[in-house]
């Protein structure tokens, strides 16, 4: 008996374990100048311009920027299982990749030279547009099927 105790426990203890190790769906956190961009491997230091993609097999990756998720997420054997997250340029907080607009412009100093960023209000993403000389690429499946240049 107390063996089947001792075994009822030890699952109990593994699926709360496991339970409270998963995050919640959303995107993965960003450690300022220690996390590392996973496709060009440099360190973050400007979150404004930072992204993400959460894949079915390996979990989070987080990128620098824009440009660099891209080419990674090309990579992707399931790409349309990738969930993505980028942030806001106008109050820098994350959004969703469904959610999200971007402008894409030469003149945008990008970390890597991706020259996006993302806007979760289509008017702010206009004007940045418009200040910026660059384009408005509305939807992530666009930006994807490489439709977002400037």
């Given amino acids: 008996m107390r063996t089947r105790t001792l075994i009822v426990a030890a699952a109990a203890a593994a699926v709360l374990t496991t339970a409270c190790g998963v995050k919640a769906d959303g995107p993965p956190d960003i450690a300022?100048?220690?996390?590392?961009?996973?496709?060009?491997?440099?360190?973050?230091?400007e979150p404004a311009y930072a992204a993400a993609y959460r894949t079915p097999q390996?979990?989070?990756l987080v990128f620098d920027d824009i440009g660099c998720l891209l080419k990674a997420a090309t990579r992707e054997p399931r790409a349309t299982a990738l969930r993505f997250w980028f942030h806001d340029a106008a109050?820098?907080?994350?959004?969703?990749?469904?959610d999200a607009v971007f402008v894409s412009s030469r003149a945008l100093r990008t970390p890597m030279g991706g020259?996006?960023?993302?806007?979760?209000?289509?008017?702010?993403?206009?004007?940045?547009?418009?200040?910026?000389?660059?384009?408005?690429?509305?939807?992530?499946?666009?930006?994807?099927?490489?439709?977002?240049?400037?």
């Fill in 91 to 98: 109050t820098a907080v994350w959004i969703d990749g469904t």
């Fill in 115 to 150: 020259g996006l960023v993302a806007y979760r209000d289509l008017a702010a993403a206009r004007e940045a547009a418009a200040r910026q000389h660059g384009s408005v690429v509305p939807s992530l499946q666009e930006l994807l099927k490489g439709e977002g240049g400037s």
């Fill in 58 to 60: 390996s979990g989070s």
């Fill in 32 to 45: 300022v100048d220690r996390t590392s961009c996973a496709h060009c491997g440099m360190l973050i230091s």
